[in-house]
T-cell receptor
């Protein structure tokens, strides 16, 4: 398997624009996680899915953030409208079971100007 | 006080040295994770522990549930081990709590 795939790897956008981050988990993994990493706050869990269903979205910072998982092989994290403070590295990870080892994607570096 | 404390924050050592990174936590957990983040930013999950000890190559992770403490050991360290090592714990409701990370530099 190719591992967790994220796209784009880098995104530079202007404040107010919509940003969509994409993730393809490892085939067969039932859990998918979205994380954000900043220098100030470290790694934060934003939301996680089990069998395509959002289980805990308490980490989503505000209504500008939304995540979907329309099928077992694809998830999106959308920010609309984006703000400079959203600049961070966004990681997607997947695991077979909730408490099993998580496999991380390469991350998307987002810069909002 | 943070719920997950790592020590040391920074560690510089010579190649071949035995490395120990510590993680203490103050909450009840269902699992503890050790992750590695390289300077390029990629994150690799090293271990997931709920008891005992796990070994993978030169890496060893131990956990003492009673003492709420875990250690990550690296034997025969190598410059390519230079990275940030992160400890994270998950509770019964799966709220992940992350340590601040330990920045390890191995000099040749």
């Amino acid at each position: 398997d190719a591992g967790v795939i994220q796209s784009p790897r880098h995104e530079v956008t202007e404040m107010g624009q919509e940003v969509t981050l994409r993730c393809k988990p490892i085939s067969g993994h039932d859990y998918l996680f979205w994380y954000r990493q900043t220098m100030m706050r470290g790694l934060e869990l934003l939301i996680y899915f089990n069998n395509n269903v959002p289980i805990d979205d308490s980490g989503m910072p505000e209504d500008r953030f939304s995540a979907k998982m329309p099928n077992a092989s694809f998830s999106t994290l959308k920010i609309q409208p984006s703000e400079p403070r959203d600049s961070a590295v966004y990681f997607c990870a997947s695991s077979l079971f909730r408490e099993e080892t998580q496999y991380f994607g390469p991350g998307t570096r987002l810069l909002v100007l | 006080k943070n719920e997950v404390e790592q020590s040391p924050q920074n560690l510089t050592a010579q190649e071949e040295e035995f490395i120990t990174i510590n993680c203490s936590y103050s909450v009840g957990i269902s699992a503890l994770h050790w992750l590695q983040q390289h300077p390029g930013g990629g994150i690799v999950s090293l271990f997931m522990l709920s008891s005992g000890k796990k070994k993978h190559g030169r890496l060893i992770a131990t956990i003492n549930i009673q003492e709420k403490h875990s250690s990550l050991h690296i034997t025969a360290s190598h410059p390519r081990d230079s990275a940030v090592y992160i400890c994270a714990v998950s509770g019964s409701n799966y709220q992940l709590i992350w340590g601040a990370g330990t920045k390890l530099i191995i000099k040749p």
